[in-house]
């Protein structure tokens, strides 16, 4: 399914994948998956074409986050722990362990993947789950959130009976803003086992 998936959208260079229970992805032809599968047996993976080089790639033991260097770029993905009832470990996340992969803040910086938690009310139309600790961090580094989403154009990425949010987002130093041809939200249910 994730190979129809790329093969469709052939036009994706690089995708941030959660949740991932396979430390190997060997049916993605063409494509290279570097994967961060952690001791609960999910994880994080980071796909690129096969020609694309992943230099400096750093993972953390937990699977919840890896990140890499692509030509300067320094890429992070995200797999937040989710819950209302695991907030604090989110918080201590996103405090300790995220800015693991944040040695050293580049000029050029994506971070994306699934937060499971919002920093504006605009992102829930239910329980407003909001982490200080994420909202410290995207604002110390100077991040924008590159949805930059409109009244009129609300996305959200999880529905439950009690609401919908945004829990994907894809965060940007200010720099990478002019280059950003599009952004889509792509409902895909992915099914890798």
């Known amino acids: 399914m994730l190979g129809d998936f790329l093969h469709k959208h052939e ?3 690089i995708i941030f994948l959660q949740e991932v229970t396979q430390p190997l992805l060997h049916t993605l032809r063409g494509h290279a998956a570097h994967t961060n599968v952690g001791t609960n047996g999910r994880g ?20 919840r986050g890896m990140a890499a260097d692509f030509l300067g770029l320094w890429l992070v993905n995200v797999y937040a722990p989710s819950g209302a009832e695991r907030k604090q470990e989110r918080e201590v996340f996103f405090n300790i362990d995220l800015p693991q992969l944040l040695l050293e803040t580049p ?19 239910g329980n407003f ?26 996305i959200f990425t999880h529905y439950t009976r009690q609401g919908a949010t945004r829990l994907d987002r894809i965060y940007a130093t200010s720099n990478l803003r002019g280059r950003k041809c599009g952004i889509e939200t792509v409902p895909q249910p992915l099914q890798t086992t």
């Open 11 to 13: 036009t994706t260079d």
């Open 44 to 63: 994080t993976a980071i796909v690129t074409w096969e020609h694309y080089t992943l230099n400096n790639i750093v993972r953390l033991p937990s699977g």
């Open 107 to 125: 000029s050029m910086m994506l971070i994306g993947g699934d937060f499971n938690c919002v920093l504006a009310k605009t992102n829930c139309t």
């Open 129 to 154: 789950n909001y982490s200080r600790a994420l909202h410290v961090l995207i604002r110390g580094l100077y991040l924008i959130d590159m949805w930059e989403t409109a009244r009129e154009r609300r």
